[in-house]
């Protein structure tokens, strides 16, 4: 029987990879730097602060990553995401439906905790979770398992009475790490490899579904 399911954020309960990547582009063109020979898929579900040190290793020193990094929370900030309109319209119906059963609900997220809670006040989804976890309350971001035992940890529930929802593979990979099932928002836009995945969902609105046949 399944007592509680931890989420990801990005790409499962909001749509916000293609803002982020526009995002990012403005920003580092603004410093002279063109991510256009990459695209979301290569920024998605990965800690950003390991990304700058890779993406900005060829123009900066170490020193000079950090003052970057720095000024891209800074700049996001006065470039915040307009997630009440980015959130997927299957999410508040399913969440509401896994809580009015009992099911405890947690969010496990590589994002920064502003942006997490940016993300759920705004869009008046805090409720509904009894653990939120960002990358500052872990030591390893995805794919290491940490933020997924943590989380298991948190709710008090035995891993095999826990599902993951994810949609990266580096998030699905952490999941799997963890010992927990997982299933996967499928991708149909950036060919992210979900092979690791138990199970694949179109949207959230199969959940319940999925959630009554375990």
Same mark, same amino acid.
């Given at each position: 029987?399944?007592?509680?399911?931890? +989420?990801?954020?990005?790409?499962?309960?909001?749509?916000?990879?293609? +803002?982020?990547?526009?995002? /990012?582009?403005? +920003?580092?063109? =603004?410093?002279?730097?063109?991510?256009?020979?990459?695209?979301?898929?290569? +920024?998605?579900?990965?800690?950003?602060?390991?990304?700058?040190?890779?993406?900005?290793?060829?123009?900066?020193?170490?020193?000079?990553?950090?003052?970057?990094?720095?000024? @891209?929370?800074?700049?996001?900030?006065?470039?915040?995401?307009?997630? $009440?309109?980015?959130?997927?319209?299957? &999410?508040?119906?399913?969440?509401?439906?896994? /809580?009015? /059963?009992?099911?405890?609900?947690?969010? =496990?997220?590589?994002?920064?905790?502003? #942006?997490?809670?940016?993300?759920? *006040?705004?869009?008046?989804?805090?409720?509904?979770? #009894? &653990?939120?976890?960002?990358?500052?309350?872990?030591?390893?971001?995805?794919?290491?398992?940490?933020? @997924? #035992?943590?989380?298991? $940890?948190?709710?008090?529930?035995?891993? *095999?009475?826990?599902?993951?929802?994810?949609?990266?593979?580096?998030?699905?990979?952490?999941?799997?790490?963890?010992?927990?099932?997982?299933? =996967?928002?499928?991708?149909?836009? @950036?060919?992210?490899?979900?092979?690791?995945? #138990?199970?694949?969902?179109?949207?959230? =609105?199969?959940?319940?579904?999925?959630?009554?046949?375990?």
């Amino acid at each position: 029987m399944i007592k509680g399911i931890i +989420f990801d954020m990005d790409g499962v309960l909001f749509d916000t990879e293609p +803002f982020y990547f526009k995002r /990012r582009d403005m +920003f580092l063109r =603004a410093k002279g730097i063109t991510i256009e020979n990459l695209s979301p898929k290569d +920024f998605i579900g990965g800690n950003l602060q390991e990304i700058w040190k890779d993406l900005l290793a060829n123009h900066f020193s170490p020193d000079q990553v950090k003052v970057v990094a720095a000024d @891209y929370e800074a700049y996001k900030l006065d470039h915040k995401p307009p997630y $009440q309109e980015l959130i997927f319209s299957e &999410v508040k119906p399913c969440l509401e439906a896994l /809580r009015k /059963r009992g099911i405890k609900l947690a969010l =496990a997220s590589n994002s920064s905790q502003t #942006d997490i809670l940016l993300a759920l *006040d705004s869009s008046q989804m805090s409720p509904f979770f #009894d &653990v939120i976890l960002a990358r500052e309350d872990v030591t390893h971001g995805k794919p290491h398992p940490e933020i @997924y #035992d943590k989380a298991a $940890q948190q709710l008090g529930i035995p891993k *095999d009475e826990l599902l993951v929802v994810e949609d990266s593979q580096k998030g699905i990979a952490a999941a799997k790490a963890s010992g927990m099932t997982v299933l =996967a928002i499928t991708d149909y836009r @950036y060919g992210i490899d979900q092979s690791q995945a #138990d199970q694949h969902l179109d949207h959230l =609105a199969q959940l319940c579904a999925i959630v009554e046949q375990l």
